[in-house]
């Protein structure tokens, strides 16, 4: 290209543009409305992430009243497995012994308010015996074969588990079934 030839698109890139901006109608109002229209949308992108945050912390305060008591649940079920190992532990003959029938009752009384205690707050028991194997409420131990129960069946429970409402609060210790070997 020569020089005249430079200078000459020089020359004409200016009316171009200046062309260009009017056909565009870059009136001082279009401009406002543009903005106008650029601040509703961040108002209204700033009301949705305040109801958003809004409905986040009430969830998180209603889990939060929900399960406080979680961490103290988990030390009361220690308690409860005891409780359950005592009472197991008494033979049939010393359960029918006058001299052990009020001790007896008393750990049987101890145990059941607890029961009651726990189903107050939300705490149950997982039924795990006879249950499929579910990897969110049972932690398999062991594979037993066995030709009564269909493979994946938790067939024994070792030690129980427990929800807290929805919640797990801990996982059954669980045998399970396994086909027989050949």
Do not use: W
Not at 121 to 145: F, T, Y
């Amino acid at each position: 290209m020569s020089e005249e030839n430079i200078g000459e698109n020089e020359t004409e890139t200016p009316e171009v543009e200046a062309t260009t901006g009017e056909a565009e109608g870059d009136s001082p109002f279009a401009k406002l409305e543009g903005e106008l229209e650029k601040l509703r949308n961040e108002v209204l992108y700033a009301q949705a992430e305040t109801q958003n945050v809004r409905r986040r912390l009430e969830k998180e305060k209603t889990d939060a009243s929900a399960y406080a008591a979680t961490g103290f649940a988990r030390d009361m079920l220690s308690v409860a497995d005891n409780l359950g190992r005592a009472l197991a532990a008494i033979p049939a003959e010393l359960r029918e012994d006058d001299r052990i029938k009020s001790l007896l009752t008393g750990i049987e009384m101890t145990a059941k308010e607890l029961d009651n205690v726990f189903q107050r707050n939300g705490i149950s028991k997982i039924d795990a015996v006879g249950a499929k194997l579910d990897p969110n409420r049972h932690q398999a131990m062991v594979e037993l074969p066995s030709a009564d129960a269909e493979p994946g069946t938790v067939i024994q429970e070792m030690q129980a588990g427990y929800m807290i409402k929805e919640r797990l609060l801990r996982p059954a210790l669980v045998g399970v079934a396994k086909a027989p070997d050949a």
